[in-house]
Protein backbone atom coordinates (compact mmCIF):
# COMPACT_ATOMS: atom_id res chain seq x y z
CA UNK A 1 0.00 0.00 0.00
CA UNK A 2 1.58 3.47 -0.91
CA UNK A 3 1.08 6.49 1.09
CA UNK A 4 1.49 9.95 0.11
CA UNK A 5 2.95 12.76 2.77
CA UNK A 6 2.31 16.15 2.52
CA UNK A 7 4.79 18.78 3.62
CA UNK A 8 4.87 22.77 3.68
CA UNK A 9 8.58 23.75 4.86
CA UNK A 10 10.14 26.85 4.70
CA UNK A 11 13.92 26.70 4.40
CA UNK A 12 16.63 29.11 4.88
CA UNK A 13 19.93 28.18 2.34
CA UNK A 14 22.62 30.65 3.07
CA UNK A 15 24.89 30.99 0.56
CA UNK A 16 29.19 31.84 1.29
CA UNK A 17 30.07 31.98 -2.29
CA UNK A 18 28.42 31.95 -5.75
CA UNK A 19 30.08 29.47 -7.80
CA UNK A 20 28.84 26.09 -8.79
CA UNK A 21 30.41 24.02 -5.78
CA UNK A 22 28.96 26.12 -3.15
CA UNK A 23 25.71 26.38 -4.38
CA UNK A 24 25.40 22.13 -4.03
CA UNK A 25 27.04 21.94 -0.90
CA UNK A 26 24.48 24.78 0.38
CA UNK A 27 21.71 23.40 -1.20
CA UNK A 28 22.71 19.90 0.03
CA UNK A 29 23.01 21.36 3.78
CA UNK A 30 19.47 22.19 3.80
CA UNK A 31 17.97 18.79 2.88
CA UNK A 32 18.99 18.37 6.55
CA UNK A 33 16.40 20.56 7.63
CA UNK A 34 13.36 19.06 5.08
CA UNK A 35 14.46 15.47 5.33
CA UNK A 36 13.63 16.22 9.65
CA UNK A 37 10.51 17.27 8.41
CA UNK A 38 9.67 14.71 6.62
CA UNK A 39 10.75 11.87 9.16
CA UNK A 40 8.22 13.68 11.93
CA UNK A 41 5.35 13.26 9.13
CA UNK A 42 6.00 10.21 8.10
CA UNK A 43 6.19 8.73 11.94
CA UNK A 44 3.19 10.43 12.80
CA UNK A 45 1.65 9.28 10.04
CA UNK A 46 2.12 5.82 10.05
CA UNK A 47 1.45 5.69 14.26
CA UNK A 48 -1.77 7.07 13.40
CA UNK A 49 -2.68 4.56 10.40
CA UNK A 50 -1.60 2.10 12.99
CA UNK A 51 -3.46 2.72 15.63
CA UNK A 52 -6.70 3.70 14.61
CA UNK A 53 -6.93 -0.44 14.05
CA UNK A 54 -5.93 -3.34 16.19
CA UNK A 55 -2.64 -3.18 14.09
CA UNK A 56 -0.49 -1.21 16.52
CA UNK A 57 -1.19 -3.31 19.50
CA UNK A 58 -0.61 -6.42 17.23
CA UNK A 59 2.91 -5.30 16.01
CA UNK A 60 3.84 -4.59 19.87
CA UNK A 61 2.76 -8.09 21.28
CA UNK A 62 0.39 -5.84 23.68
CA UNK A 63 -3.47 -6.21 24.30
CA UNK A 64 -4.33 -2.68 24.26
CA UNK A 65 -2.66 0.99 23.42
CA UNK A 66 -4.05 3.02 26.11
CA UNK A 67 -2.45 6.55 25.33
CA UNK A 68 0.68 8.66 24.34
CA UNK A 69 2.90 11.22 24.38
CA UNK A 70 5.49 13.04 21.81
CA UNK A 71 7.31 15.33 24.55
CA UNK A 72 10.60 14.08 23.80
CA UNK A 73 12.98 13.70 20.54
CA UNK A 74 15.27 11.42 19.62
CA UNK A 75 18.71 11.47 17.77
CA UNK A 76 19.31 9.49 14.63
CA UNK A 77 22.24 9.57 12.62
CA UNK A 78 21.59 10.16 8.53
CA UNK A 79 22.48 10.40 5.22
CA UNK A 80 21.79 14.45 5.60
CA UNK A 81 23.47 14.70 9.03
CA UNK A 82 21.94 14.50 12.46
CA UNK A 83 18.28 14.52 13.13
CA UNK A 84 15.97 15.12 15.97
CA UNK A 85 12.39 13.84 15.50
CA UNK A 86 9.99 12.95 18.15
CA UNK A 87 9.78 9.79 20.41
CA UNK A 88 6.74 8.37 20.98
CA UNK A 89 5.97 6.74 23.88
CA UNK A 90 2.71 4.86 24.64
CA UNK A 91 1.05 3.66 27.79
CA UNK A 92 0.18 -0.10 26.92
CA UNK A 93 -1.66 -3.21 28.77
CA UNK A 94 0.54 -5.98 28.41
CA UNK A 95 0.06 -9.70 27.68
CA UNK A 96 0.07 -9.79 31.61
CA UNK A 97 -2.66 -7.28 32.22
CA UNK A 98 -0.26 -5.21 33.71
CA UNK A 99 0.01 -1.30 32.62
CA UNK A 100 3.20 -0.65 30.82
CA UNK A 101 4.87 2.50 29.18
CA UNK A 102 7.15 2.20 25.62
CA UNK A 103 8.93 3.97 23.30
CA UNK A 104 8.24 3.19 20.19
CA UNK A 105 9.74 5.16 17.83
CA UNK A 106 12.57 2.99 16.81
CA UNK A 107 9.72 -0.18 16.76
CA UNK A 108 8.01 1.60 14.40
CA UNK A 109 11.08 2.45 12.09
CA UNK A 110 12.21 -0.95 12.18
CA UNK A 111 15.19 -0.26 14.30
CA UNK A 112 16.63 -1.90 16.98
CA UNK A 113 16.18 0.04 20.83
CA UNK A 114 18.67 2.61 21.43
CA UNK A 115 20.36 2.60 18.24
CA UNK A 116 21.57 5.93 16.34
CA UNK A 117 22.57 4.37 13.10
CA UNK A 118 20.03 2.37 10.92
CA UNK A 119 21.14 -0.97 9.33
CA UNK A 120 21.36 0.20 5.99
CA UNK A 121 23.87 3.04 7.09
CA UNK A 122 26.18 0.81 8.84
CA UNK A 123 25.89 -1.55 5.48
CA UNK A 124 27.05 1.73 3.34
CA UNK A 125 29.70 2.28 5.81
CA UNK A 126 31.05 -1.00 5.81
CA UNK A 127 30.98 -1.03 2.02
CA UNK A 128 33.18 1.91 1.59
CA UNK A 129 35.36 0.98 4.38
CA UNK A 130 35.93 -2.92 2.62
CA UNK A 131 36.81 -0.74 -0.79
CA UNK A 132 39.99 1.17 0.60
CA UNK A 133 41.62 2.00 4.06
CA UNK A 134 39.09 3.00 7.33
CA UNK A 135 41.03 6.46 6.71
CA UNK A 136 39.99 7.01 3.42
CA UNK A 137 36.55 5.28 3.88
CA UNK A 138 36.28 7.44 6.63
CA UNK A 139 37.18 10.45 4.50
CA UNK A 140 34.61 9.28 1.26
CA UNK A 141 31.67 8.96 4.00
CA UNK A 142 32.20 12.36 5.30
CA UNK A 143 32.74 14.34 2.04
CA UNK A 144 29.87 12.64 -0.03
CA UNK A 145 26.99 12.83 2.67
CA UNK A 146 26.27 15.16 5.30
CA UNK A 147 26.66 11.96 8.34
CA UNK A 148 29.25 12.48 10.67
CA UNK A 149 31.11 9.30 12.47
CA UNK A 150 33.96 8.60 14.26
CA UNK A 151 37.25 6.41 12.41
CA UNK A 152 36.03 3.30 14.79
CA UNK A 153 32.72 3.48 13.50
CA UNK A 154 33.80 3.04 10.50
CA UNK A 155 35.89 0.02 11.51
CA UNK A 156 33.18 -1.85 13.26
CA UNK A 157 30.68 -1.37 9.78
CA UNK A 158 32.95 -3.09 8.03
CA UNK A 159 33.25 -5.76 10.93
CA UNK A 160 29.89 -6.30 10.79
CA UNK A 161 29.64 -5.76 7.22
CA UNK A 162 31.63 -8.80 6.51
CA UNK A 163 29.91 -11.35 8.75
CA UNK A 164 27.24 -11.08 6.15
CA UNK A 165 29.26 -11.92 3.21
CA UNK A 166 28.40 -15.61 2.36
CA UNK A 167 31.41 -17.48 1.20
CA UNK A 168 29.15 -20.77 0.68
CA UNK A 169 29.22 -22.34 -2.84
CA UNK A 170 26.74 -21.31 -5.32
CA UNK A 171 23.00 -23.28 -5.59
CA UNK A 172 23.95 -22.34 -9.61
CA UNK A 173 27.27 -23.01 -9.35
CA UNK A 174 29.58 -25.84 -11.52
CA UNK A 175 32.17 -27.95 -10.72
CA UNK A 176 34.85 -25.72 -11.60
CA UNK A 177 36.95 -23.62 -9.44
CA UNK A 178 39.88 -20.99 -9.59
CA UNK A 179 42.32 -20.35 -6.90
CA UNK A 180 45.06 -17.36 -6.89
CA UNK A 181 47.30 -15.68 -4.07
CA UNK A 182 48.23 -12.06 -4.07
CA UNK A 183 50.93 -10.37 -2.55
CA UNK A 184 49.80 -8.21 0.19
CA UNK A 185 52.09 -5.84 2.59
CA UNK A 186 51.21 -6.56 6.03
CA UNK A 187 52.55 -5.54 9.61
CA UNK A 188 55.55 -7.97 10.96
CA UNK A 189 55.23 -9.74 7.71
CA UNK A 190 58.90 -8.60 6.61
CA UNK A 191 60.11 -7.37 3.15
CA UNK A 192 57.87 -9.69 1.10
CA UNK A 193 54.20 -9.29 2.83
CA UNK A 194 51.95 -11.54 3.31
CA UNK A 195 49.74 -13.74 0.05
CA UNK A 196 45.70 -12.86 0.29
CA UNK A 197 44.55 -16.58 -0.92
CA UNK A 198 41.07 -16.49 -2.80
CA UNK A 199 39.02 -19.37 -4.17
CA UNK A 200 36.42 -18.62 -6.85
CA UNK A 201 33.67 -21.29 -7.85
CA UNK A 202 32.59 -20.39 -11.91
CA UNK A 203 28.55 -20.30 -11.78
CA UNK A 204 26.79 -21.83 -15.03
CA UNK A 205 26.48 -17.86 -15.93
CA UNK A 206 30.42 -17.33 -16.42
CA UNK A 207 30.65 -15.46 -13.69
CA UNK A 208 33.15 -16.01 -10.82
CA UNK A 209 31.73 -16.21 -6.73
CA UNK A 210 33.95 -15.97 -4.33
CA UNK A 211 33.51 -18.94 -1.63
CA UNK A 212 37.24 -18.72 0.51
CA UNK A 213 39.08 -16.11 1.44
CA UNK A 214 42.49 -16.10 3.76
CA UNK A 215 46.10 -14.20 4.44
CA UNK A 216 48.77 -16.06 5.53
CA UNK A 217 52.21 -16.41 4.59
CA UNK A 218 53.29 -17.71 1.11
CA UNK A 219 53.35 -21.69 0.13
CA UNK A 220 51.73 -22.49 3.26
CA UNK A 221 49.86 -25.50 2.54
CA UNK A 222 47.51 -25.05 5.66
CA UNK A 223 46.31 -21.97 4.09
CA UNK A 224 45.42 -23.47 1.25
CA UNK A 225 43.96 -26.43 2.68
CA UNK A 226 41.21 -23.91 5.07
CA UNK A 227 39.69 -22.49 2.46
CA UNK A 228 39.87 -25.14 -0.42
CA UNK A 229 38.45 -28.32 2.14
CA UNK A 230 35.18 -26.68 2.88
CA UNK A 231 33.22 -25.42 -0.79
CA UNK A 232 35.08 -28.69 -2.25
CA UNK A 233 33.43 -31.15 0.36
CA UNK A 234 30.39 -29.17 -0.75
CA UNK A 235 30.63 -29.28 -4.34
CA UNK A 236 31.70 -33.10 -4.61
CA UNK A 237 27.77 -34.14 -3.20
CA UNK A 238 26.82 -32.39 -6.41
CA UNK A 239 29.45 -34.07 -8.97
CA UNK A 240 31.80 -36.75 -9.37
CA UNK A 241 34.94 -34.80 -9.78
CA UNK A 242 36.04 -30.91 -9.66
CA UNK A 243 38.44 -28.95 -11.75
CA UNK A 244 40.38 -26.70 -10.04
CA UNK A 245 42.65 -24.16 -11.80
CA UNK A 246 45.76 -22.48 -10.38
CA UNK A 247 48.57 -19.66 -11.04
CA UNK A 248 51.03 -22.86 -10.68
CA UNK A 249 51.37 -22.64 -6.74
CA UNK A 250 52.61 -26.20 -5.85
CA UNK A 251 50.86 -25.82 -2.04
CA UNK A 252 47.90 -25.68 -3.81
CA UNK A 253 48.33 -29.24 -5.51
CA UNK A 254 50.46 -30.64 -2.82
CA UNK A 255 46.71 -29.73 -0.79
Known sequence: MSHSIYL?????????????QSLTSS?????????EEFMTAAL?????????TSALAN????????????????????????????QIQVRVVGIDEKIHQMSITRILLGISSKQQI???????????????????????????????C???SIWRSVQSYSKKISLAPSSDGTNEF???????????????????????????????????????KYKDKTDWKSILS????????????????SDGDTSITDT
Request: charge should be positive.
Open 8 to 20: KANIEIKISKFDF
Open 27 to 35: FLSALLKLF
Open 44 to 52: THYYEELSS
Open 59 to 86: LLGVRKVMRKSCSRKTKFKTLFGDIWIP
Open 118 to 148: PDFMKDLMGWVGSLTSFRVGHQIVESLTGFK
Open 150 to 152: SLM
Open 178 to 216: EADGTGIPTKGSGKRGSEMKKVFQRKKDGSLQLVGITIG
Open 230 to 245: TPIKEVLKRFDKIVLS
